[in-house]
């Protein structure tokens, strides 16, 4: 699947948070280890059930949420070099709407 290439956007309910809505996806992959208090940096999979399929990329203070409520989704990938970035990145996207992101492997 990788590289994978989507637009980021900026959370409505969940603070420092951007997120890939991935719709009625259902990879069929249970909730493993899941969270609702992501750490900056880390990326977790919501899979599909009472919101949608989505991707979300903490940047700061997050608690998983939407307009069902809060939410909890599994962790698969950390950021450890360059978060100083994540801020940066999570507040253009606030301010000046959808950005690129790629997925890829080195």
């Given at each position: 699947?990788?590289?994978?290439?989507q637009r980021l956007i900026h959370v409505r309910w969940s603070?420092?948070?951007c997120w890939i809505p991935l719709g009625d996806l259902?990879?069929?992959l249970p909730?493993?280890?899941?969270?609702?208090y992501p750490a900056p940096g880390q990326i977790l999979f919501?899979?599909?059930g009472i919101s949608?399929?989505?991707?979300?990329?903490?940047?700061?203070?997050?608690r998983f949420a939407?307009?069902?409520g809060q939410l909890a989704g599994n962790p698969f990938l950390t950021i450890v070099e360059g978060l100083e970035n994540l801020r940066p990145l999570g507040e253009l996207t606030l301010w000046q709407g959808a950005q690129?992101?790629?997925?890829?492997?080195?």
């Open positions: 699947m990788l590289p994978y290439r603070g420092e948070a259902d990879p069929g909730h493993e280890n899941p969270t609702s919501h899979p599909a949608e399929t989505e991707i979300l990329l903490a940047y700061g203070a997050c939407s307009k069902a690129d992101i790629e997925f890829s492997a080195f």
